[in-house]
T-cell receptor, first 111, second 113 residues
């Protein structure tokens, strides 16, 4: 039982490049979330999904896009990376108002 | 707007020295309050959920309590392996169909041997 798996774990991008972060969960959860974690800022919600085919904006959505084509996968895209997007990204999933399970994180550096 | 404030930002204890971490919250109706532990380079790991004032949950050396305005995470006789960042999060009772958590910034706990 893998839980929540994030790919890749580390990535370095040049300013203006694009990339996609993949989150996969094997718990059949309806709800999935993308957070970013920065020193002194805590975890901030970027986008979330309440089910297959749905997405919604969170607290800090600018510069990011997401897709949930399959229930088990939630993709986070950066179309034109900026140094301000250097962060650690966490994916999470849950089933209703129950505990959320987190992935191990993706450390992204934009130079 | 939902707000979660954790204090202190950092806490250094000697092994065996008991203490408490605080999580103050402002939310328009609380559906649940969550405590997570996060080790360096890892994702947050679930510890407890509290749903109503007066509720308490325990796990090994940790006990979480909840009032209408704050939650405490009590650490009794801590060991070095309890060193981690402890995160508090609230789930508001917004009546909507999403279950977004609002997190505090965390308390970095260091337990020295």
């Amino acid at each position: 039982n893998a839980g929540v798996t994030q790919t890749p774990k580390f990535r370095v991008l040049k300013t203006g490049q694009s990339m996609t972060l993949l989150c996969a969960q094997d718990m059949n959860h309806e709800y999935m979330y993308w957070y970013r974690q920065d020193p002194g800022m805590g975890l901030r919600l970027i986008h979330y999904s309440v089910g297959e085919g749905t997405t919604a904006k969170g607290e800090v959505p600018d510069g990011y896009n997401v897709s949930r084509l399959k229930k088990q996968n939630f993709l986070l895209g950066l179309e034109s990376a900026a140094p301000s997007q250097t962060s650690v990204y966490f994916c999470a999933s849950n089933q209703g108002p129950l505990k959320a399970f987190f992935g191990q994180g993706t450390r992204l550096t934009v130079v | 707007e939902d707000q979660v404030t954790q204090s202190p930002e950092a806490l250094r204890l000697q092994e065996g020295e008991s203490s408490s971490l605080n999580c103050s919250y402002t939310v328009s109706g609380l559906r649940g309050l969550f405590w997570y532990r996060q080790d360096p380079g890892k994702g947050p790991e679930f510890l407890f959920t509290l749903y109503s004032a007066g509720e308490e949950k325990e796990k090994e050396r940790l006990k979480a309590t909840l009032t209408k305005k704050e939650s405490f995470l009590h650490i009794t006789a801590p060991k070095p392996e309890d060193s981690a960042t402890y995160l508090c999060a609230v789930l508001p009772n917004s009546g909507g169909s999403n279950y977004k958590l609002t997190f505090g910034k965390g308390t970095l706990l260091t337990v020295n041997p």
